[in-house]
């Protein structure tokens, strides 16, 4: 380009990110006592920093996109050697994140909330150098458990049920299978009958039971044990 009357340039031309290097000439016209034009050549170095958004989502069900969960903490890290924490936001109401104005690089996202496991538990290499990105769908999930986690009761009462709960409610159905084993106490019927199955919480419930069945065969014996494990 060349400087207009006030000698001022103005340069425009598309350029990646990284670093540019523009050189420009004063020319010495010999006419006048100008010695600053004999210092004839010089550049500029132009370092153009290009900025990308990482979105995601963190959902009930990864194959839709209408069971987001919120609430969700999102940790942002850069891909390295000592894999630094660069931000954390929150998933908002359809459980959706966005990390704005990242420079070209590796990124890992990281979900966090004590009620949920995640599927994964990380996103890792999020590949950044050349434009920004929708990151893979993370599944979240309810952590379930008994509650009480122990209970006891007599031969007399052959109906029972245990009862499994979930740290938090879900948009979807959740099938939690379980296995009994028998402890000191035997199945098929001689003490208990029990078999392995599973239990299917209702969207949003928080909890189920499990029904069996107790045998009162009448003996006079110790106390019997049986696990389940969800």
């Known amino acids: ?24 000439t004063v020319y010495y016209d010999g ?22 958004t ?21 940790r942002l890290h850069r ?10 936001t929150t998933t908002n109401g359809a459980g959706q994140y966005t990390f ?8 890992a996202i990281v979900p966090n909330h004590p009620n949920f496991s995640f599927s994964p538990s990380s996103l890792r290499s999020i590949d950044l150098t050349s434009g920004g990105k929708t990151a893979p769908t993370i599944q979240a999930k309810p952590l379930v458990m008994f509650s009480p986690t122990s209970f006891s ?22 099938d939690i299978p379980y296995t009994v084993t028998g402890q000191t106490a035997s199945g098929g019927g001689i003490d208990y009958t029990f078999p392995n ?15 069996f069945t107790v045998t009162n065969d009448g003996w006079d014996e110790e106390n019997e044990t049986l696990k389940v494990a969800l």
């Open 31 to 52: 006419l006048r006592a100008e010695s600053d034009e004999t210092n004839n050549a010089t550049s500029v170095t132009v370092n153009i920093s290009t900025k990308f």
């Open 197 to 211: 199955g599973s239990i299917t919480i209702p969207a949003g419930q928080l909890t189920g039971s499990i029904p």
């Open 100 to 107: 704005p104005d990242l420079d070209p690089g590796l990124y």
């Open 153 to 174: 009761d007599g031969e007399t009462q052959t109906s029972a049920h245990m009862t499994v709960t979930l740290t938090a409610a879900s948009s979807l159905p959740i």
């Open 79 to 88: 891909e390295n050697a000592t894999f630094d924490l660069l931000a954390t």
């Open 1 to 24: 380009n060349t400087t207009d009357l006030s000698g001022n340039s103005l340069f425009k031309w598309t350029a990646q990110a990284g670093t540019h290097t523009v050189s420009f």
């Open 54 to 74: 990482l979105a995601g989502s963190i959902l009930f069900n990864p194959t839709d996109t209408i069971s987001g969960v919120a609430g969700i903490t999102v």
